[in-house]
């Protein structure tokens, strides 16, 4: 398999060692019928004296995160199918289970994944960004939206996640911007809706430039919008806790891009926040703040009049960094 068309597999070096330090850590979201929002992240840090996997979770009710090391002898990831396993906690396109060294335990079906359509102008939701080589930070997106089926037990409560709805993504590299804004959610009125915008800080051969990407799930396409498709993105305001943004459309809409005439109004907030380790030259030595209870209203505009507009709660922010270098 061609892993530059299969961002959702493993990228990383097959010696799980790196000189220079990597990361590679995969995103799974839950939500349950009933609101209750969780989020999972396995992935592996890399280094030349000191390899290692890891499992960190997010409960989006209290905000609590916790974070559990494995010896990188017990990470193990196949292709054909796709999966991941660390220890005896296994992650997959159709399931999750969890248990072992965890505070979380259970098993849950996902069904009918949505894949976010790769070509060979647009390997994965980066688009042409995705053959550079050098890039400190990747991007792919691995579901956009799907159904759940089972429960998982915290402790002595047990959460019921039938006809929930869930979200995969994922990110390598080296290590994570050092200003970013990143929001998602899939927890609309729809189930078959679901949306992402991440707006970063870019090294770029000795200078940087302010990147974004983005996509909005309408059930029937996916539209897309990203500096590579020409879109315009202005920050209207920021401050920790919320960020209003729209996003202008550029160019006749090839590829289900957001085209000229077409505008996009994102308003995100939230409450509570997490704090989740993230990679800085591979080590997990960096912390930032996440939420996954945060409230975000979509709004999709041609010509001025509004072809779609939703607003869901149990969604995922950050707002990292310095948003000065964003704005």
């Known amino acids: 398999m061609n892993r530059l068309f299969a961002p959702h597999v493993y990228q990383g070096p097959r010696s799980l060692h790196h000189k220079k330090g990597y990361f590679e850590g995969w995103y799974y979201k839950f939500v349950s019928e009933a609101n209750r929002a969780y989020a999972i992240i396995p992935g592996v840090s890399l280094k030349k004296d000191r390899s290692f996997a890891f499992i960190q979770t997010i409960n989006g009710e209290t905000g609590k995160t916790t974070y559990t090391e494995f010896p990188i002898e017990e990470f193990n990831t196949t292709e054909q199918p796709f999966s991941v396993s660390i220890g005896k906690n296994l992650f997959s396109y159709s399931f999750v289970e969890l248990g ?14 949505r894949k976010y359509k790769i070509a060979l102008s647009r390997p994965g939701i980066m688009g042409w960004y995705r053959y550079v080589p050098v890039m400190e930070c990747y991007h792919g997106v691995v579901s956009t ?6 429960s998982l037990e915290f402790g002595s409560e047990r959460v019921d996640f039938q006809n929930g709805s869930g979200y995969i993504e994922k990110d390598w590299g080296t290590s994570f911007p050092s200003s970013y804004i990143w929001m998602q959610s899939n927890n609309f009125e729809d189930k078959h809706h679901s949306f992402m915008l991440s707006v970063a800080r870019i090294p770029w051969f000795g200078s940087h430039f302010r990147g974004f990407l983005g996509f909005l799930d309408l059930g029937s396409h996916i539209l897309t919008f990203s500096t590579y498709t020409g879109a315009k993105l202005i920050i209207e305001s920021i401050d920790e806790k919320s960020v209003y943004i729209t996003v202008e459309g550029h160019g006749p809409g090839w590829n289900n891009s957001l085209k000229k005439g077409e505008l996009l109004r994102i308003k ?15 080590s997990m030595d960096r912390r930032i703040g996440e939420s996954i209870d945060a409230e975000i209203s979509v709004e999709y505009l041609r010509a001025g009049e509004v072809l779609y507009e939703g607003k869901t709660r149990n969604s995922g922010l950050e707002i990292v960094g310095d948003s000065g270098e964003l704005v």
């Open 100 to 113: 072992d060294r965890l505070p979380v335990k259970g098993t849950l079906d996902l069904i009918n994944p």
């Open 145 to 150: 939206g799907h159904q759940l089926s089972g």
């Open 268 to 282: 995100a907030s939230r409450e509570s926040v997490g704090q989740l380790l993230a990679p800085a030259t591979g």
